[in-house]
């Protein structure tokens, strides 16, 4: 089990850009494929970014591809998540979730160990 720590959620205006970030902290495992997926109020969760372990391989969600992009620092252990041109339907909580040897599913069941996640709220 590893603990995933996210960060620079905020409010911002549609049209602006956040960067997220989500740490890894005390992996002892092995590495890890990385992914985000966000819940907005009374919806079901969605996917949104992943990254595989090897860091070769990235998927997106049909509602953020070409807006958004994730990256990871191997060094850091620390993936990125960039969200340009931000709308209000982007608004929601976001998760990071950590694969031992995975490969950037888009589900989350692929996904042992989750974040606390970090709010994002997008205003027209």
């Known amino acids: 089990q590893v603990q995933l720590v996210e960060s620079g959620g905020g409010a911002a205006q549609a049209g602006a850009s956040l960067k997220l970030s989500c740490a890894v902290v005390?992996?002892?495992?092995?590495?890890?494929?990385l992914g985000w997926f966000r819940q907005a109020p009374g919806k079901e969760r969605e996917f949104v970014a992943a990254i595989s372990y090897t860091g070769g391989t990235t998927n997106y969600g049909d509602a953020v591809k070409g807006r958004f992009t994730i990256t990871v620092d191997s060094a850091k252990e620390t993936a990125h998540l960039q969200m340009n041109n931000l709308k209000p339907a982007d608004t929601a909580t976001y998760f990071c979730?950590?694969?031992?040897?995975?490969?950037?599913?888009?589900?989350?069941?692929?996904?042992?160990?989750w974040g606390q996640g970090t709010n994002v709220t997008v205003s027209s």
């Open positions: 005390g992996n002892t495992l092995g590495p890890l494929a």
């Open positions: 979730g950590a694969a031992l040897y995975g490969s950037g599913s888009p589900s989350d069941r692929a996904y042992d160990d």
